[in-house]
């Protein structure tokens, strides 16, 4: 097994279930985002990332692998052009454990072309979406202004 | 201790043997113990504690292949810090331009 070049721990103070529900719900998404999450989340089904823009423009789209709830989510990953081209997904990976009062949650990402774009994004945007969905669950307000 | 607490991040990125560790991992992240203390010139025994302060602070997250244990950058607390020390502070800078320029432009 490679090992996974990206991994992001947050703890919120929270339930499994809501946190669960922040990954998967698109009004939630919209919120801490600026992104709807779309899909039926079963194993096997298609997934897709939508800027709450006019358009609705298509960021992002991917299979659901793996879909536990409330504990481990796993997607793959792509660009809207490479949807066709499997070799070229990534792959991101949650888990969320409860740990005392808190919920901590862990976003694996890997499979990521070295160099690719979609590698500097990833990289800038986790932080800033990990940091707004916390925000959003410990004090209702998301961080404004994510991209 | 829940790596919660900002002050934790703060003592944390307050040593320099820390904050070049971290350097470390974001040159190169999920690295094992041997390989940290290879590229850092440290002893075992000082890459440890400091690699436990950046955990408790959830600066570096880690996971287990096999045997092995790998030590990633993980940024998120970074960010809440900029997020909560910086922006707000440019913001203040940027209304202090903004209201600056409309008592300019109104005189």
Known sequence: ?147 | MLPMDMDGVFRALASPARRKLLDTLRAKNGQTLGELCTNLDMSRQAVTQHLGRLEGANLVATIRRGREKLHYLNPVPIHEIYERWIVQYERQHLEALRDLKRKAEGA
């Open chain 1, 1 to 147: 097994m490679d090992k996974p070049q990206f991994v992001y721990v947050t703890y919120i103070s929270t339930s499994p279930e809501t946190l669960w529900n922040a990954l998967l719900d698109p009004t939630m998404t919209a919120q801490y985002w600026q992104h709807e999450n779309r899909s039926d989340w079963k194993p096997g089904s298609t997934w897709e990332h939508r800027a709450c823009d006019d358009k609705g423009t298509l960021r992002l789209v991917g299979k659901v692998i793996e879909s536990s709830p409330p504990r481990r989510l796993v997607l793959t990953w792509a660009a809207p052009a490479d949807a066709a081209l499997e070799e070229k997904h990534s792959r991101v990976t949650f888990e969320i454990e409860p740990i005392g009062e808190v919920v901590r949650l862990t976003v694996t990402h890997d499979h990521l072309e070295p160099g690719s774009e979609m590698l500097q994004a990833i990289k800038k945007g986790w932080p800033k979406v990990l940091s707004s969905l916390k925000s959003l669950l410990e004090v209702g307000r998301p961080l404004p202004r994510l991209w």
